[in-house]
């Protein structure tokens, strides 16, 4: 624990930051302010680096560009793999897992041992991986890379220790699932096939044991080939050379006959008894035409042929349509019987797979689901119905329904938010859904105990913004509001306004939302703002909306004579007048025809319209056109539901409305903000104008500064500074540059606007991209009824400060080192009915300084992050407490003042990928973790921080990342996942009967170790594939923190696994030891019955 103390008596400018400040407008030019009286600023500073370490927690949304698919049918979970070599497990509510293989490479295949908590991944690299499931967090056990072969396809037989592996060369190897090991038995090519055939017969793409007799393996190669290779014998039983490429077999139950899927589009059945020509061939797409010729098809992918005891058996199958038919969806095709069920998909099918009964391939299956791998959506397919409904999928897979372009992330919000916005939800949720339960219901979750309410809120390119439940790890799709429907539709190409963005006019770039008052705003891309007020009853309302023109205009230049005696602002008491620029802004008003061009980028709905319970447009604000130029892009946005005021600005000026009285208070460009406090040498058209310039990005000093503000502008002028070039040079002869200086971030609260305030008011902080400060403050009535009559007044521009690169985040302390939070209005609902007991008044709550203990009421802290560095300020003395460049060879894309460990940090991530935590007040360094290069602008645009040691970011087009740098949350991370294997008793194979069993053949009596093991067929080549052993469990610990607290928490996790195997090893031993006796009982009940009988009497 360290204490920071600092004498606030006789700081001067030798003080870490230089001071500033503007006395009130009455005072006499140059009065210098109130020096504070001695105070010990006594913040107790609890974080440490040891608080710290960063980890990802879960992953939600649907895995990126998926390549495989597999399920267990005894535990029931999904697995899909990724281009990018990641792998997504799924199973019942809360489990969720993913993976990644560090090679990135993608996974081709993927392979469950059935019921034993395991995964083989085969992937593009030639490597196979074993994965242990039997812990929250699965690592790899083993990896096999393959040298001189690639690996084309892999086949586990269930309850087999030997996985058959199908190489592009034709050849099929053997491995041993335990060690991970190759077996000395190899099938080659060249034995597989008769010597006669001359030509090669392409890669494996087909291995299956014959149903019959697991002694029997099934080959298939490309070209058309497919052999029965008996392992006993190594001999081929049967070849079949058939004129089509082969992309699938799939058996029938009793193992005498399989169907082949071909590239022609055509269904092949082979019969045992004879393989000289198919039994069957059907184009189940394929018409025949008028010449007599079937039609050309696309190929069948995949076909699964599975039976029933009740019906007739299900073909299923991708792909197969004919040519002729351009545009048509892709599609997945049931035959049933003589029925056809044709399924359009939205998306390319990637995989499917019929979802059994049973886990033994030698009995009758009893398809009753169907998985569906599309490119951009997983979908399940009820079988047991007649019409083949979807069920309703309970992950979060629509992330992506249309691109995601903002993310904004709160934690710990009201709890009462969460019911409210799924109930409203729930009523517009789509119909149709098969009524029985999602059959992927595998693994365990449990409530964690370290769980608060959360909400994530996604922002999309059609305009829609997204609300989800993420508390306790999960993600849960609470509300989705469409913001176009504000909106005409815009028709494309009419006029100049199509012009934009004809695309994606209503893509939303970022959103604001107070969770207290329930005022959510969102910025769109056609420069827009729409304000929404939450309601639980119906409306039926008139879109208000306002239309600002914030431009710049050079050829409007006044020489500076012209207008140095123009008042700074409006006086105290007068309503800030209009800028002639902007066009009348009453309610509902349009822009006159006799304005050149001064339009907006879409048309507000001028009809009354009805709208539904939930967020309903309160106001609609839109920049417009200026000759002929579209308006630029909203870059920063902040709201205050206390004062009722929203500010936004781009890289032409600032504006301010007053959404309670619909009126645009501030319309100004960044320069005439300023006035003539402008921190940068400008060149000037007038001698008298050049002030002293500031020596690089420092605070500035307070000379002049009275002086300077009583000749600036009024606001009601025009953008007449645009044509001064700002240069960071402090030399009056460099070269002009026409640098635009954009708003970068706003933030509405309680401040001292200058030096000789000795009480909070409202005050709006404005950050630039040239790493300018500045504090404006606000005279807000605060009766209910003047507020909605008397005019809100802007004062003159306070403080300018000054950092290194573009402000992005400003935070505010008390003298106790807590947060102070913005004030609020307590959320009431405008459209419910009237009480005449109890009239809705607002409820503002006020977390200003004064309002505080004795101790912090007279000033408080101001945090403020750039691009580079980060400061804290004194306020009212306006002095620079501390300073800490964060960065010199990168820069900050996104920093948060954030709680954690019931303490305050802030916390940065940077475009060169780290993450880094600093103690608040004193900016001291706690964690600087290098975690992820910003890889696109996708990554930079999603970021963001919350409290309680979160964040997230779209780490794919599909996917959300959450993260945590707390180190407490990732010694819990282990009781917030889900477990994915959960000890089952392997289901009991069916009794085949006395003569099936006797006339069939015995697979049980086929002995696999004798063959493969290394005894009998010997050690296979080095040179062929390489072993390498894996992480042994401790996969989750990689980026554990060194130290006492990383050594425990690894010990922690390791004693977990332990005592989870043992009590798992205890499960299963007292489960064999019921099925040992109950054999034994049926045993002796079988012999004391057939005693006496003779052998012809059975």
Wanted: net charge negative; glycine share 8%.
């Amino acid at each position: 624990m360290k204490k920071f103390r600092k004498v606030l008596d006789g700081l001067t400018t030798s003080s870490p930051g230089v001071t500033l400040g503007s006395p009130s407008c009455g005072s006499a030019a140059g009065t210098p302010t109130a020096v504070p009286t001695p105070k010990d600023i006594d913040i107790q500073e609890t974080l440490l680096s040891e608080n710290f370490q960063l980890c990802k927690t879960v992953r939600h949304g649907f895995p990126y560009q998926p390549t495989a698919l597999a399920f267990d049918p005894v535990q029931k979970i999904l697995a899909i793999g990724s281009r990018s070599g990641g792998v997504r497990i799924l199973g019942g509510p809360g489990v969720d897992c993913y993976c990644q293989h560090e090679s990135g490479a993608a996974v081709l295949q993927l392979q469950f041992l059935i019921n034993e908590g395991a995964l083989v991944t085969a992937c593009a690299d030639d490597t196979l991986h074993l994965w242990n499931l039997r812990q929250r967090r699965p690592a790899v056990l083993h990896s096999l890379k393959f040298n001189r072969e690639r690996i084309t396809f892999c086949h586990l037989p269930f309850q087999s220790k030997w996985l058959y592996v199908g190489t592009e060369r034709g050849n099929t190897h053997i491995v041993n699932i335990e060690s991970f090991i190759l077996s000395g038995y190899v099938i080659m090519w060249n034995k597989a096939i008769e010597l006669s055939t001359k030509t090669h017969p392409g890669p494996v793409v087909h291995l299956s044991d014959s149903p019959k007799d697991e002694g029997k393996l099934l080959i298939g190669f490309e070209s058309g080939t497919i052999v029965q290779w008996d392992l006993r014998v190594k001999k081929a039983d049967f070849r079949i050379y058939y004129d089509e490429a082969i992309h699938s077999v799939s058996w029938h139950h009793e193992g005498k006959q399989f169907m082949c899927s071909h590239s022609d589009g055509s269904l092949t059945l082979w019969n045992l008894r004879n393989t000289s020509k198919p039994f069957q061939v059907t184009f189940p797409h394929g018409k025949i035409q008028k010449d007599g010729r079937k039609e050309s098809c696309k190929p069948i992918l995949k076909v699964e042929y599975k039976t029933l005891r009740s019906s007739e058996p299900f073909v299923i199958f991708s792909g197969g349509l004919s040519y002729d038919k351009a545009g048509r969806r892709p599609t997945l095709t049931i035959m049933h019987g003589k029925a056809i069920t044709v399924l359009e998909m939205d998306y390319p099918i990637v995989e499917f797979m019929v979802l059994c009964e049973t886990p033994y391939i030698n009995e009758v299956q009893e398809p009753y689901a169907v998985v569906v791998l599309l490119e951009k959506d997983l979908i399940v397919v009820d079988l047991t119905q007649s019409n083949f409904p979807v069920f309703e999928n309970p992950y979060p897979m629509d992330v992506h329904e249309s691109p995601v372009t903002c993310t904004a992330y709160f934690a710990d919000c009201p709890p009462d938010i969460i019911p409210i916005l799924y109930s409203i939800g729930a009523k517009h949720k789509k119909t149709g859904y098969s009524q029985k339960e999602w059959p992927i219901t595998g693994g365990t979750w449990t409530l964690g105990s370290h769980t608060y309410p959360e909400i994530i809120i996604t922002g999309h390119a059609d305009g829609s913004v997204k609300f989800w439940d993420a508390s306790a790890i999960t993600l849960q799709m609470l509300y989705k509001l469409k913001t176009s429907k504000v909106f005409e539709k815009p028709k494309l190409g009419e006029g100049r306004a199509a012009e934009l963005v004809e695309e994606d006019p209503f893509a939303v770039q970022m959103v604001s939302w107070c969770p207290q008052s329930r005022i959510f705003c969102v910025v769109g891309i056609s420069a827009h703002i729409i304000l929404y007020r939450f309601s639980k009853n119906d409306a039926n309302t008139q879109i208000v909306s306002l239309e600002v023109r914030l431009q710049c205009e050079p050829e409007e230049i006044i020489t500076p004579s012209e207008h140095e005696n123009n008042p700074c602002f409006s006086e105290p008491g007068s309503h800030s007048p209009q800028p002639h620029h902007q066009y009348p802004v009453s309610p509902g008003s349009r822009t006159p025809e006799s304005a050149k061009d001064s339009v907006p980028c879409l048309k507000v709905k001028e009809r009354v319209v009805r709208v539904p319970p939930g967020y309903q447009s309160d106001l609609v604000i839109q920049l417009l056109w200026v000759d002929g130029e579209p308006p630029q892009q909203i870059t920063s946005l902040d709201i205050n539901s206390a004062y009722g005021l929203l500010a936004f600005g781009n890289c032409n000026g600032l504006a301010v409305v007053d959404y309670l009285q619909k009126a645009v208070l501030l319309c100004m460009s960044t320069l005439d903000l300023y006035g003539a406090t402008d921190p940068y040498q400008r060149l000037t058209r007038s001698p008298r104008r050049n002030r002293q310039s500031t020596s690089g990005l420092t605070e500035l000093t307070d000379n002049q500064q009275s002086v300077d503000m009583e000749r600036s502008k009024s606001p009601t002028s025009e953008s007449r500074e645009n044509s001064f070039s700002r240069s960071r040079s402090s030399s009056v002869s460099s070269i002009d540059r026409d640098t635009k200086e954009a708003i970068t971030t706003l933030q509405f609260g309680e401040s001292y606007g200058r030096k000789s305030d000795a009480l909070p008011t409202p005050c709006l902080w404005v950050g630039t991209s040239l790493g300018v400060v500045q504090l404006i403050p606000m005279s807000i009535p605060t009766d209910q009824e003047e507020r909605m009559e008397e005019p809100v007044t802007i004062g003159p521009s306070g403080a300018v400060q000054m950092l290194k690169g573009s402000v992005l985040r400003f935070g505010f302390m008390d003298y106790m080192g807590t947060v102070i939070q913005s004030p609020y209005e307590v959320w009431r609902d405008l459209n419910a009915p009237e009480d005449p007991d109890r009239p809705r008044r607002r409820k503002l709550v006020n977390f200003s300084p004064s309002s505080s203990q004795d101790a912090c009421g007279e000033g408080h802290l101001a945090v403020v992050c750039s691009e580079r560095q980060a400061k804290v300020f004194l306020m009212p003395s306006q002095s620079c407490l501390f300073v800490h460049n964060i960065t010199e060879s990168s820069f900050v894309l996104r920093a948060d003042v954030v709680s954690v460990c019931n303490s305050v940090c802030l916390a940065c991530f940077c475009a060169n990928g780290h993450v880094m935590t600093l103690s608040l007040p004193s900016l001291r360094p706690l964690m600087d973790v290098n975690y992820l290069p910003l890889t696109d602008m996708r990554i930079a645009r999603t970021f963001c921080f919350t409290n309680g040691g979160q964040a997230l970011y779209l780490s794919s087009p599909t996917e959300i990342q959450r993260i945590t740098y707390s180190q407490e949350m990732c010694d819990n991370l282990q009781e917030m996942l889900g477990e994915l294997f959960t000890p089952i008793e392997t289901p009991e194979a069916q009794n085949r009967g006395f003569l099936k069993g006797f006339f069939g053949g015995n697979a049980q009596t086929f002995d696999r170790e004798e063959l493969f093991g290394e005894a009998a067929a010997g050690k296979a080549s080095r040179s062929l594939a390489q072993h390498i052993p894996g992480q042994g469990g401790m996969e989750g610990m990689k980026v554990a923190a060194g130290g006492v607290v990383g050594e425990l928490a690894r010990a922690r996790i390791a004693l977990d696994e332990r005592g989870q195997r043992l009590g798992e090893l205890e499960d299963r031993t007292a489960l064999m030891m019921t099925s040992a006796e109950t054999f034994s009982k049926h045993a002796h009940e079988l012999m004391l019955k057939c005693k006496d009988k003779k052998w012809y009497q059975f």
